[in-house]
């Protein structure tokens, strides 16, 4: 059975930091594209950031530019978002998600993440607050 399970979310005071896990079970990580998603309630789902299956290409949503990073080690079978200055409005359930498409680097080198992944976790709540 495919899965994905995200995990390291929680409760961090603004300006804290956090580090969320998406390790995949059932099938090999580094045959897949990762995106990173968060909904917060009453919004809709939104990317954060994504990443190629080598890892050589990555983007992120501008709200998260220069404060996140995502990254992989296919041999851990895992994808990571590390989440540093953090702010009340990134507040939201974070989800990962894989798909199996792949694109050239000039596809992320341009700015663009998957429209579509086929794989998605159950996510992870993240809650900043003092």
């Known amino acids: 059975q495919l899965q994905l399970v995200e995990s390291g979310g929680g409760l961090v005071q603004p300006g804290g930091s956090l580090r969320l896990s998406c390790v995949a079970s059932g099938f090999t990580l580094e045959h897949f594209a990762i995106g990173w998603f968060r909904q917060a309630p009453g919004k809709e789902r939104e990317g954060v950031s994504c990443?190629?299956?080598?890892?050589?290409?990555?983007n992120y949503a501008d709200s998260v530019k220069g404060r996140f990073t995502i990254s992989r080690d296919n041999a851990r079978n895992t994808v990571y978002l590390q989440m540093n200055s953090l702010k009340p409005e990134d507040t939201a359930v974070y989800y990962c998600?894989?798909?199996?498409?792949?694109?050239?680097?000039?596809?992320?080198?341009?700015?663009?993440?998957?429209?579509?992944?086929?794989?998605w976790g159950q996510g992870t709540q993240v809650t900043v607050s003092s």
């Open positions: 998600a894989a798909d199996a498409t792949t694109q050239p680097f000039t596809f992320y080198s341009s700015g663009h993440c998957l429209d579509e992944y086929d794989y």
């Open positions: 990443i190629s299956q080598s890892g050589d290409g990555t």
